[in-house]
């Protein structure tokens, strides 16, 4: 069965860093991209970033230069590294893996809540 | 930045129903666009991808058109599990964005 488990969220305070984890099993993980969407409570969706096969990589506006995606396919793990965390970063983060050799996500995990306060 | 509006943000309908939503983009992005069913509490779904192609297993109720700058999500007949919020998102150029949603209710 084709699945993505995340793990890593929790509450932080503002400026502090978390790291998600992303475990892939039951399909060839490093054949596809791989995706971060996260959203607020109560809002709508919001495109993190996304790491290729071939290990490339692109952020949103938001979170440049504060988050690193990156990926282990010798242990299917994807990562989130997120650091300057502020209270806009709070939601329910999402890995999703893209169907390949596009940006069409087609399985997703069930997420991780991350919380950024006081 | 490309930006997706999508109509109406709300929409109430009754089983049976043929319903239509629509994603206007701020610039062409030929058909690189996909739509995603999203239920209270789960992760989204891909339901269409490249405009209109339907993702293995979703019922062919679900079809998507368009090109360029404007697409549409049509359910023909809806259908009690159908009731969730769909949301397009743009592939076409990085920052990849998604729509507002539209949320789909029981009339």
Not at chain 1, 60 to 87: A, C, P
Not at chain 2, 20 to 35: F, K, P, V
Request: hydrophobic fraction near 30%; glycine fraction near 10%; include cysteine.
């Amino acid at each position: 069965e084709v699945q993505l488990v995340e793990s890593g969220g929790g509450l932080v305070q503002p400026g502090g860093s978390l790291r998600l984890s992303c475990a892939a099993s039951g399909f060839i993980f490093s054949v596809n991209h791989m995706t971060w969407v996260r959203q607020a409570p109560g809002k709508g969706l919001e495109w993190v970033s996304v790491i290729y096969s071939g290990y490339n990589t692109h952020y949103s506006d938001s979170v440049k230069g504060r988050f690193t995606i990156s990926r282990d396919n010798s242990k299917n793990t994807l990562y989130l590294q997120m650091n300057s965390l502020q209270t806009e970063d709070t939601g329910v983060y999402y890995c999703a893996r893209d169907i390949v050799s596009t940006n069409y996500m087609d399985v997703w995990g069930k997420g991780t809540t991350v919380t950024v306060s006081s | 930045d490309i930006q997706l509006t999508q109509s109406p943000s709300f929409l109430s309908a009754s089983v049976g129903d043929r319903v239509t939503i629509t994603c206007r983009a701020s610039q062409a992005i030929s058909n690189y666009l996909a739509w995603y069913q999203q239920k209270p509490g789960t992760a989204p779904k891909l339901l269409i991808y490249a405009s209109f192609t339907l993702q293995s297993g979703v019922p062919s109720r679900f079809s998507g058109s368009g090109s360029g700058a404007e697409f549409t999500l049509t359910i023909s007949s809806l259908q009690p599990e159908d009731f969730a919020t769909y949301y397009c998102q743009q592939v076409n150029s990085y920052p990849l964005t998604f729509g507002g949603g539209t949320k789909v209710e029981i009339k």
